[in-house]
């Protein structure tokens, strides 16, 4: 993965585009420090395909229950795996992680980089053969940031385009900065030039639906007519989704025809073995054996890093962690580094910050809170909080099981022994999980951020500045809040990274979050795929994998 270079581009990037350059989540791969006035159009070839038979060629994949196969109001990487599969929008991310035309085939960016021009290739398609026009983007952009929709995730994601924000909250009948100039060109307007502004529009916010469809079948999400590269041919809850290539997408026919999820059915890797899944993800207790030469397993062996971090999140409007003091305690009571060699068996790494490894502005040296017992003692004593007025604590984590994950056990036992607390765990299914987060009900809650596209904008901004929607942890501060928003607008390369270094160490001092690891992939896989791909984060992989002949 050529991390470094995506960001350069994301934290450069004036007002142009540069299609298919650079590297990571790419979007125009400038130089970066002063601006310019250009206007750049970008083409990419297309190839077709005739009617054909998709019986074959199947994968099969373990996957798990999406919350809503809905773009629009996606929060979650599950729901979000097949949504990439099924939809799309005007541009998007390839294998290399470049930012390229989707259903654009030409982009155009005026001198001042606020106005963007979509041309629509003229086929681009839904999945019944219809063709995509500049009104269908239109409409979809509307319906995502519409009041009655109220989706949780499109301000965030689309409030950079003038009037959003009117419209969202019902202030304004239109949306403004959206307009179809004619049937195969659409218009954007953003309030400011914003370095990443491309790359927020591969996030499914801004995925094309079918309104026909949309206002005559309330259950239109059981069978989308999408525009992506696969359809949804099957949904079996708790068993099974399937999505079959599209013979309409203007990419041609995949190798892999046909994907086959299994949603349940016990150990993914038991079903690997006995030749009934051609992937599998490697568990904890079976990784020794998965990295073992002598192991049957070996020779299937993959492991890649994932463009995301876990952490523990607080609700610092919740006692007692409206006390900062507590919260950094309690980040340096935790031992991560034995827990991730021990617990995890090596199969993680320790966060040495926020911004995982691949954004733009990362560093290998360890910015976060250190474990260290004595000085988290001492951090508590400085609290309002004490054992005669401590407020019981609960921790929420996902899951059904009689007792609490590995990690989970150890984060508890050490706050037992370093800080006397005594916390309670308690379990949520992944939908009821994410309800409690976005309702701000959690007091405090283990979870991970995977990255949507390698800009610090779209984790320390998204995730943590006090105005957003998605910051469920309610902190606010101004000092960081003002660093966030001059690296949104600022084109200087070496400045935007230095006030988004400079913000990420704020946020740890301050401690809403406490880092624990970034991510990483273990997985086998079969010798019938020739090529497995991977993603460091989520965006379509069905496309990129090839199937031996």
């Known amino acids: 993965m050529s991390s470094r270079q995506l960001s350069g581009i994301l934290l450069g990037v004036v007002g142009l585009l540069v299609l298919a350059i650079g590297g990571l989540s790419a979007i125009l791969l400038l130089q970066g420090n002063e601006q310019e006035t250009t206007t750049t159009a970008v083409d990419q070839s297309v190839s077709s395909t005739d009617k054909v038979d998709l019986s074959g060629r199947e994968l099969r994949l373990p996957g798990g229950e999406p919350v809503t196969l809905d773009p629009h109001l996606t929060t979650d990487a599950v729901s979000g795996a097949y949504i990439v599969e099924i939809y799309s929008g005007l541009v998007t991310m390839n294998a290399e992680l470049e930012i390229v035309p989707d259903l654009a085939e030409s982009i155009e960016i005026s001198s001042d980089g606020l106005v963007y021009v979509f041309s629509l290739r003229e086929d681009a398609k839904f999945h019944d053969g219809r063709a995509v026009t500049a009104e269908d983007v239109v409409w979809s952009i509307h319906r995502a940031a519409s009041p009655?929709?109220?989706?949780?995730?499109?301000?965030?994601?689309?409030?950079?385009?003038?009037?959003?924000?009117?419209?969202?909250?019902g202030l304004k009948p239109e949306l403004a900065g959206v307009v179809a100039l004619d049937d195969r060109t659409i218009q954007i307007t953003i309030d400011s030039p914003k370095p990443y502004f491309l790359a927020k529009l591969t996030y499914p916010s801004a995925f094309v639906v079918d309104r026909s469809q949309i206002e005559s079948n309330r259950n239109w999400v059981r069978s989308p007519n999408a525009t992506g590269p696969y359809k949804l041919a099957e949904w079996n809850l708790g068993e099974s989704i399937v999505l079959e290539a599209s013979e309409h997408h203007y990419l041609g026919l995949p190798s892999v025809h046909r994907a086959i999820y299994?949603?349940?059915?016990?150990?993914?890797?038991?079903?690997?073995?006995?030749?009934?899944l051609d992937v599998a993800y490697i568990s904890i207790n079976d990784i020794d054996r998965a990295r073992d030469p002598s192991s049957s397993l070996y020779k299937y062996y993959q492991a890649t890093a994932s463009m995301s971090v876990s952490y523990i999140a607080?609700?610092?409007?919740?006692?007692?962690?409206?006390?900062?003091?507590?919260?950094?305690a309690m980040a340096m009571a935790i031992d991560r580094k034995t827990i991730a060699e021990i617990t995890f068996n090596g199969m993680t790494m320790p966060a040495t910050g926020i911004l995982p490894p691949g954004v733009f502005g990362y560093t290998e040296s360890d910015k976060t809170l250190p474990y260290d017992p004595e000085a988290a003692r001492a951090e508590f004593s400085k609290s309002k909080y004490n054992s005669s007025n401590m407020p019981p604590i609960v921790y929420t984590e996902t899951g059904g099981g009689a007792s609490a994950g590995l990690d989970t056990q150890a984060f508890i036992e050490q706050w037992r022994q370093v800080l006397g607390l005594e916390i309670e765990v308690r379990q949520a299914d992944w939908a009821s999980f994410l309800d409690l987060i976005d309702s701000n009900s959690a007091q405090m809650w283990g979870i991970g951020w995977s990255m949507d596209y390698p800009d610090?904008?779209?984790?320390?901004?998204?995730?943590l500045h006090g105005e957003s929607r998605e910051n469920n942890t309610l902190f606010s501060s101004p000092e960081i809040n003002a660093l966030l928003e001059k690296a949104r607008t600022n084109f200087s390369v070496s400045e935007r990274i230095a006030q988004y270094q400079e913000a990420e160490l704020l946020?740890?001092?301050?401690?809403p979050w406490?880092?624990?690891?970034?991510?990483?992939?273990?997985?086998?896989?079969?010798?019938?795929?020739?090529?497995?791909?991977?993603?460091?984060?989520?965006?379509?992989?069905?496309?990129?994998?090839?199937?031996?002949?």
């Open 262 to 276: 299994t949603l349940a059915g016990g150990s993914a890797l038991t079903r690997f073995e006995n030749d009934e």
């Open 456 to 463: 610090p904008e779209n984790i320390l901004d998204i995730k």
């Open 507 to 511: 946020l740890i001092e301050a401690a």
């Open 314 to 328: 607080f609700n610092v409007t919740q006692a007692p962690f409206d006390d900062v003091h507590v919260r950094r």
């Open 148 to 169: 009655e929709l109220r989706s949780t995730v499109t301000l965030e994601y689309l409030k950079d385009i003038v009037g959003v924000r009117e419209y969202y909250y």
């Open 514 to 549: 406490i880092p624990l690891w970034f991510g990483s992939n273990h997985v086998v896989v079969s010798e019938d795929i020739e090529h497995w791909f991977e993603p460091p984060m989520t965006l379509p992989r069905l496309q990129h994998i090839k199937l031996r002949d």
